[in-house]
């Protein structure tokens, strides 16, 4: 079991990021927010699971042990599988997510690309009096709006444009959005090429 990898981080995009550790490059899954936090040519540490399937090896990164606590949980569930594991955590914080079980409020978990409504009250259940630890821990906070601006902002960068302008547009966008709007990836990644406009690509 690898349960954890430190060393170089030679890339770093999307949701993957290879990280050397003696030699060999090892391709971990992580959040969008996890991969903008690492850069290129630094050294990161970071926990890991390591999911055994019969054609496949897969690593799942974490910045911190209350997040590979929760995607263990969270794996626990029927019909949740480690990619959809990680795209709750994209979306919502582990204080986010004991706070939705605790209130018994399955919509958070609905907002999630590939969870049904079916799956976000089985979550709900299943996790319920498992995130004690999680809870005491960290203080609950609102749904992260800003992890909308962090996907679109890694869609925006792997579309060409530089990092520092996509960053603004994202807030500008943000700024004149709704609040239904802010709660859309692909609302906001429309509206914030809007504010780019085609002439500013790689710039």
């Known amino acids: 079991m690898i349960s954890s990898v430190r060393g170089t981080v030679l890339a770093a995009a999307g949701t993957t990021v290879v990280i050397e550790v003696g030699g060999v490059g090892l391709a971990v899954q992580v959040t969008p927010q996890h991969a903008l936090s690492l850069r290129v040519g630094s050294e990161a540490m970071v926990r890991t699971a390591l999911i055994v399937r019969e054609d496949d090896l897969s690593l799942y990164g974490f910045s911190e042990a209350e997040e590979l606590t929760v995607f263990d949980l969270l794996r626990g569930v029927t019909g949740v599988g480690p990619k959809s594991a990680m795209g709750v955590l994209a979306a919502l914080s582990p204080a986010d997510i004991a706070q939705a079980v605790a209130l018994e409020d399955d919509s958070a978990f609905r907002k999630v690309s590939g969870i049904g409504p079916k799956t ?29 601006g962090e996907n679109v902002t890694v869609a925006l960068v792997g579309l060409g444009w530089a990092e520092r302008v996509a960053i603004q547009a994202v807030e500008d966008a943000l700024a004149d959005a709704s609040d239904a709007d802010r709660a859309s990836v692909p609302t906001m990644l429309r509206l914030a090429l809007a504010q780019l406009g085609p002439q500013q690509v790689g710039s």
């Open 120 to 148: 976000a009250k089985l979550i709900v259940v299943s996790l319920a009096g498992k995130l004690a630890v999680v809870a005491s821990t960290r203080a609950p906070a609102s749904p992260r709006r800003s992890t909308v």
